[in-house]
């Protein structure tokens, strides 16, 4: 389904998997432009979080709405196919070069084992302070994912990821994610995950990785 303003027909493409994973994989060059789009990326962060926690006159979001849509405008122009974008380029794809979730900073990641943190900002909040469970599993689809792909960068899929929420995970505090392969099988890796604030376990996950054939989309 497309939105009004949504140029994905224009630039949508669909590239075999293994094609678009070795694009998605390799750093954008570090340029002025990457930069520029990188401190881009922040201010949209930024200001989802302020999004969600104001409450402007009715007045003030129409200003805002009139400024959202020339800025817009200006991205549409600038809108290029999916494989050539610099948006989730590059080994910390789910880091400061998007804004889908929290930024992972990594800190180790091999064949066995995946470890990164975070802090989630208001914006990742379900409510009360706690993070949207969604959220808490896109976290660990991501970590476990780059994990599957190990030090090969192989392209592989999520089959199924299962979550247990165990404990609050607390928005504005650092959150610590760890994932750990269990078990390899053919194309399959077996992938278990943990989320902690501190001592305390947040939230775990299993899941099943498969690497995808060529050709596959
Ligand atoms: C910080 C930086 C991060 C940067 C890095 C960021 C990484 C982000 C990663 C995100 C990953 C995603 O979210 S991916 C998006 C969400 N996932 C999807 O959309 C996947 C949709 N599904 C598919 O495309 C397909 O089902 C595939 C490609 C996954 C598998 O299809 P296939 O190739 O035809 O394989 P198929 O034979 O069906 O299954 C392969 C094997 O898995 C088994 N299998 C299949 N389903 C199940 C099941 N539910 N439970 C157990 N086993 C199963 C089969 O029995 C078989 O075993 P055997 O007989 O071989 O033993």
């Known amino acids: 389904m497309t939105t009004p303003h949504d140029t994905s027909a224009q630039t949508a493409q669909r590239i075999d998997a293994m094609e678009m994973t070795k694009h998605r994989r390799t750093p954008a060059p570090d340029t002025p432009q990457t930069r520029a789009y990188i401190r881009l990326l922040e ?14 006159t009715a007045e003030a979001s129409d200003e805002l709405i009139a400024k959202l849509a020339s800025v817009r405008e200006t991205l549409e122009q600038a809108a290029v196919p999916e494989a050539e974008r610099l948006y989730a380029r590059g080994e910390l794809s789910g880091g400061e070069m998007q804004v889908l979730m929290p930024p992972l900073t990594v800190e180790h990641v091999d064949d066995h084992e995946f470890r990164a943190h975070t802090v989630a900002g208001e914006f990742a909040m379900g409510m009360n302070q706690a993070m949207h469970g969604g959220v808490v599993s896109v976290l660990f ?3 476990m994912g ?19 929420y165990r404990n609050i995970t607390p928005i504005g505090e650092r959150l610590d994610l760890t994932a750990t392969v269990d078990t390899v099988e053919g194309r399959k890796k077996f992938i278990s995950g943990q989320l902690w604030h501190g001592d305390t376990l947040c939230a775990e996950a299993d899941s099943l990785f498969v690497a995808v054939k060529p050709g596959q989309q």
Do not use: C, I, K, W
Request: glycine fraction near 2%; hydrophobic fraction near 40%; proline fraction near 3%.
């Open 141 to 143: 689809d991501t970590a």
């Open 43 to 56: 201010e949209v962060s930024n200001f989802q979080h302020a999004l969600v926690q104001a409450n402007p």
């Open 146 to 164: 780059r994990l599957a792909m190990g030090t090969e960068m192989l392209s592989a899929r999520t089959v199924y990821l299962t979550t247990q």
